[in-house]
């Protein structure tokens, strides 16, 4: 950030604000010392200049930022600042009305007596800056690790507890990873697909910040015509995105090119690359993707990660997309992959992951906020793969995704992969869960929940007994546009 030339572009919002590298480093001065240093801070996160220059700010007073959804519900932000009491809580303004950091809870104010509820004298405005606002509360000064930076939510919709501790270490080598295999310069002009506090969205940012490029701001949805407007006047350059995004730019038709108006500028004028991940894509959906990529001479990468390596571990180069439909390609540069307690007879193990940027650990409260790297740069997965000969990973489902029926080994996620490729024709979604006995499947399509369960059991050769379809009007998804399993049956009473 220090070594960018001031009058560059950094940030630039649908409103019309651009914001240079010198004026931003300017703010984060101002922000620096607005915090203490080693402080604990929650930051509500936007897609805003002034959630970037908290978060910049952070970093740069060597304070310790915790990225939350500013929309999340007050009920479970709630329940979160009372669990790890930060000492600094930045937010937008417009959200101080409904939810301030002194509003405490009725368990609190009754250990107090003296406590009103109104009462605001237990935290102080310290800075405002771009429709931002600082509170410093009454929190005790938080014991933080030396090497912690930065702390990410595992379910930044839900408010899961259980958060990811990131060290500078950490964002500095997956930043610098991501601008190398993707060769990201100066002139490139990312708009925000995805939430900051998502790490996906986060990885982003720091790595076109890494390379002096310009970050799009916008709070649009891609379903929304303000965003492609904005995308296209701004001249964008790349776009990112979760499966499910992917199949928003699908059902609007982007990869078709005979929904141009003749005469009118393609959406896609300005667009080198398109990076997606956080779950496997669809492999018609790759397929259709990457021919349309390949024709318009737009790079288009796979990648696979987790929150836990911050963010990305691998990458399918542009020019394999195709060759090497449903593979996670290779090892980021600086990482190595191997497979561990592999089945001979499928050559499928679990996938380890090696490098720099593996976080410290989980914290689930305050005090796991002090702890030191407990991963020591290598990290299980979870997940189960196998490797070609030509050195490329394809994931086999999580160890945690799987059933046994009737003594018959089951793969949640390759159930999806066979309903996908049975009901190709059919604009629906899929999705697989259940119990040793049971499996059940969901889909948004109602013809096919009359015989997705009959066409499951019949692959797999199990009774039909154990296998049951259910339509739901839509797939309960997150901010993240990750699946929320535990809202499928909810929807089927809907």
């Given at each position: ?22 004026e931003l480093r300017e703010q984060i001065a101002e922000f620096r010392h607005a915090v203490r240093q080693r402080s604990f801070v929650f930051l509500l996160c936007e897609n805003t200049p002034g959630a970037v220059i ?166 649009s949805s891609v379903v929304q015509q303000q965003f492609w407007d904005y995308f296209k006047s701004a001249e964008g350059t790349s776009l990112v995105g979760v499966p499910y995004t992917y199949e928003l730019f699908r ?18 004028q300005h667009l080198r690359y398109m990076t997606q991940a956080g779950g496997r894509l669809p492999e018609p959906l790759q397929q259709k993707v990457g021919t349309w990529a390949k024709e318009h001479d737009i790079k ?195």
């Amino acid at each position: 950030m220090e070594l960018k030339p001031a009058d560059r572009p950094a940030l630039q919002t649908d409103t019309g604000i651009c914001i240079t590298y010198g004026e931003l480093r300017e703010q984060i001065a101002e922000f620096r010392h607005a915090v203490r240093q080693r402080s604990f801070v929650f930051l509500l996160c936007e897609n805003t200049p002034g959630a970037v220059i908290g978060y910049l700010g952070c970093l740069n007073a060597g304070a310790v930022p915790l990225l939350l959804n500013a929309e999340l519900d007050e009920t479970l932000l709630q329940e979160m600042y009372e669990r790890y009491q930060p000492e600094y809580v930045w937010m937008p303004k417009k959200h101080a009305e409904t939810w301030k950091p002194c509003n405490l809870s009725e368990k609190q104010n009754k250990a107090d007596e003296n406590i009103n509820k109104s009462d605001e004298k237990n935290c102080t405005i310290g800075y405002e800056k771009a429709e931002y606002v600082l509170y410093q509360t009454e929190a005790p000064k938080c014991e933080l690790h030396p090497e912690l930076a930065l702390l990410l939510a595992t379910s930044g919709s839900t408010g899961s507890p259980k958060l990811v501790r990131l060290s500078r270490q950490n964002l500095e080598s997956n930043a610098l990873s991501i601008m190398e295999y993707l060769k990201l310069t100066e002139s490139e002009r990312a708009i925000t697909c995805l939430p900051m506090q998502y790490t996906y969205g986060l990885s982003v940012m720091n790595s076109h910040f890494q390379a002096g490029a310009c970050v799009l701001l916008t709070t649009s949805s891609v379903v929304q015509q303000q965003f492609w407007d904005y995308f296209k006047s701004a001249e964008g350059t790349s776009l990112v995105g979760v499966p499910y995004t992917y199949e928003l730019f699908r059902r609007l038709h982007l990869f078709d090119d005979r929904t141009q108006k003749p005469g009118e500028q393609p959406w896609y004028q300005h667009l080198r690359y398109m990076t997606q991940a956080g779950g496997r894509l669809p492999e018609p959906l790759q397929q259709k993707v990457g021919t349309w990529a390949k024709e318009h001479d737009i790079k288009f990468v796979v990648m696979y990660g987790q929150t836990e390596a911050t963010a990305r571990m691998s990458y399918l180069p542009a020019d394999h997309c195709l060759e090497k439909i449903g593979s996670i390609g290779i090892a980021i540069p600086g990482g190595t992959f191997h497979l561990e307690d592999v089945d001979p007879a499928t050559g499928v193990g679990e996938l380890i992951y090696e490098g720099p940027n593996v976080t410290l650990g989980m914290a689930e409260c305050r005090a796991d906020l002090s702890k030191g790297d407990e991963r020591q740069g290598v990290l299980h997965t979870g997940d189960l793969a196998r490797v070609d000969e030509d050195g490329f990973y394809y994931i086999a489902g999580r160890k945690k995704r799987f059933l046994k029926i009737f003594g018959i080994r089951v793969g949640l996620d390759e159930c999806e992969r066979i309903l996908q490729k049975a009901y190709v024709e059919v604009d629906c979604e899929f999705v697989c869960v259940g119990t040793d006995d049971h499996l059940q499947i969901y889909t948004t399509d109602s013809t096919c929940a009359e015989t997705a369960a009959e066409l499951l059991a019949d692959r797999l050769h199990i009774s039909t007994r154990a296998v049951q379809a259910y339509y739901i009007a839509e797939i309960p998804k997150n901010a993240s546009g990750k699946t929320q399993y535990n809202k499928l049956q909810d929807k089927v009473k809907e």
